[in-house]
């Protein structure tokens, strides 16, 4: 068991490009969140999947943001068109099960200049 | 709307103190409640996982509490030491987490 994979580890970028960010999750774990941490604030939820699907988006996941998780297993997060507004701390976890504890990756932080 | 907070924000304390840190929730439907350390530009590691029908847990010198119906968590650090600083998080479980804004401790030799 290698935990929770997230990469890259850090990510500068300059205002209107794109990024993406891959999280891979404990093997057998079918759920797999995303989570978006600004500094001196406690994560805040972004969306889910349950294998492939996914069941909630918040209203924090503008239309510039899009998820995939197409096999059930890795997941990618992008940003198109970066702003400076969201540069943060993206941090994936996993569960085997709803309501299951959630194991965090070691996140990647994004600075957009 | 689930709301957590979490007091104090920040606490300064010498070494071998005993400590609690406080974590309030508004709605009471949840599955489970964790609390986490979180070190200045990492990830999130799990302490500690009470669930919906459980009273405390413990790990070590930590001991966590869940009253549900008040909508209360603490965590107990006992004979605190330096390698304790960090932020502690909670956050209650829902099917996604929401977290507290954290408190941030520091224990000094």
């Known amino acids: 068991d290698t935990g929770v994979s997230q990469d890259p580890r850090h990510k500068i970028t300059k205002r209107g490009q794109n990024v993406t960010f891959r999280c891979d999750p404990i093997s057998e774990h079918n759920r797999l969140y995303w989570y978006r941490q600004t500094l001196g604030q406690g994560p805040e939820f972004l969306t889910y999947f349950q294998n492939e699907a996914q069941l909630e988006k918040s209203r924090l996941l503008s239309d510039r943001f899009s998820a995939e998780r197409p096999k059930g297993s890795f997941s990618t997060l992008e940003i198109q068109r970066t702003e400076q507004g969201d540069s943060a701390m993206y941090l994936c976890a996993s569960s085997s099960l709803g309501g299951n504890e959630q194991f965090f990756g070691p996140g990647t932080r994004l600075t957009v200049l | 709307k689930q709301e957590v907070t979490q007091i104090p924000a920040a606490l300064s304390v010498p070494e071998g103190e005993n400590l609690v840190l406080n974590c309030s929730f508004t709605d009471s439907a949840i599955y489970n409640l964790q609390w986490f350390r979180q070190d200045p530009g990492k990830g999130l590691t799990s302490l500690l996982l009470?669930?919906?029908?459980?009273r405390e847990q413990t790990s070590g010198r930590l001991n966590a509490s869940l009253d549900k119906s008040s909508g209360r968590s603490t965590l107990y650090i006992a004979a605190s030491q330096p390698g304790d600083s960090a932020t502690y998080l909670c956050?209650?479980?829902?099917?996604?987490?929401?977290f507290g804004t954290g408190t941030r401790l520091q224990v000094f030799p």
């Open positions: 009470i669930q919906s029908s459980q």
């Open positions: 956050a209650v479980n829902t099917d996604k987490l929401i």
